[in-house]
């Protein structure tokens, strides 16, 4: 894992990219939500993302509680592609978001197989050692990474958000992922 943050600071390539690669561990999206994520959506001074349904799998907003480390990557980025729709737009055109094979081509060139790490297995490994680490309830890193309740009449109940969990997880995790990526 540190060795895997440690290659992405490193990363040479084009600079949205760059933060693409460097924002996907922190937050809990699908890679289509990121590629995708629009400055509309987005706070920094209230440090929160609202996912438009439509973007979602589950045809729900989602807020995504963004940590510090996340702010300023975003107001690093800002500079580069504030002006238009996109936070990552396609390095072919501003008016699309980045391509889906963005990410995972940025990984290969690091040096990481896909049976190592692809886009999509950020959330894998968040959800992983979330969990793992015994610090936060199931339904907390599950809202997070906006899955629905499997069990129907549960998930019919229970609506809540665990937004504060939610907030001092996602500040937790990014701090940990720094913590992670000075060890060797």
């Known amino acids: 894992m540190g060795e895997l943050l440690r290659a992405i600071e490193g990363y040479e390539g084009h600079p949205v990219t760059k933060y693409a690669l460097q924002m ?3 937050v ?6 990121l590629r995708k994520a629009e400055w509309s959506e ?7 993302w609202r996912i438009d ?10 807020a995504v509680p963004l940590s510090r480390q996340v702010v300023s990557i975003l107001r690093s980025i800002h500079p580069f592609t504030g002006h238009g729709q996109y936070v990552f737009p396609s ?3 501003a008016k699309r978001p980045m391509s889906e094979n963005t990410v995972n081509g940025a990984l290969r060139r690091l040096g990481f197989t896909g049976d190592e790490m692809t886009a999509h297995g950020f959330r894998a490994m968040a959800s992983t050692l979330l969990n793992e680490s015994g610090k936060w309830q199931p339904d907390a890193i599950e809202r997070a990474l906006a899955h629905k309740d499997r069990d129907r009449i549960r998930g019919a109940y229970h609506r809540g ?3 504060a969990e939610r907030v001092a997880m996602a500040q937790w995790w990014s701090d940990y992922l720094d913590e992670l990526a000075t060890m060797r």
């Open 24 to 26: 996907s561990p922190h």
């Open 28 to 33: 809990f999206v699908r890679p289509g939500e």
């Open 42 to 48: 987005i706070d920094l001074d209230g440090a929160v």
């Open 53 to 62: 349904a439509s973007k979602m799998k589950g045809r729900q907003e989602h």
């Open 91 to 93: 390095l072919r055109g």
């Open 161 to 163: 958000s665990h937004w």
